[in-house]
């Protein structure tokens, strides 16, 4: 059974970081591109980052994140990382781990996801 648990959510003051993390498990997703995404109440869930799984881990970036978050993975510990600094208020939203085949941005073409984990920033 394929399993994706994020954690590392919380509620922090603008100008704060966070460190999500996303357990992988149940199969190998060395093939997969690993994305975060968001969505925020009354919005729709947007792209946040993504890195491939192998092949050098190249990375994806929403303009909204780039500069203040990072998207990494732990081959070994079958880990997502998404480090975000400088986090604002409009950076609150349920944030994802979701994996698909391909690199993409839309929500649509990734076919594993988390539950999900609440960041809260407060100004």
């Known amino acids: 059974q394929v399993q994706l648990v994020e954690s590392g959510g919380g509620l922090v003051q603008a100008g704060g970081s966070l460190r999500l993390s996303c357990k992988a498990s149940?199969?190998?997703?060395?093939?997969?591109?690993m994305g975060w995404f968001r969505q925020a109440p009354g919005k729709e869930r947007e792209f946040v980052a993504a890195?491939?799984?192998?092949?050098?881990?190249?990375?994806y970036y929403a303009d909204s994140v780039k500069g203040r978050f990072t998207i990494s993975r732990d081959n070994a510990k079958n880990t997502l990382y998404l480090e975000m600094n400088s986090l604002k208020p409009e950076d609150t939203a349920v944030y994802y781990c979701?994996?698909?085949?391909?690199?993409?941005?839309?929500?649509?073409?990734?076919?594993?996801w988390g539950q999900g984990t609440q960041v809260t920033v407060s100004s």
């Open positions: 979701a994996a698909s085949p391909i690199f993409s941005r839309e929500s649509s073409n990734y076919n594993y």
């Open positions: 149940g199969r190998t997703f060395s093939n997969y591109v």
């Open positions: 890195i491939r799984w192998s092949g050098g881990g190249i990375t």
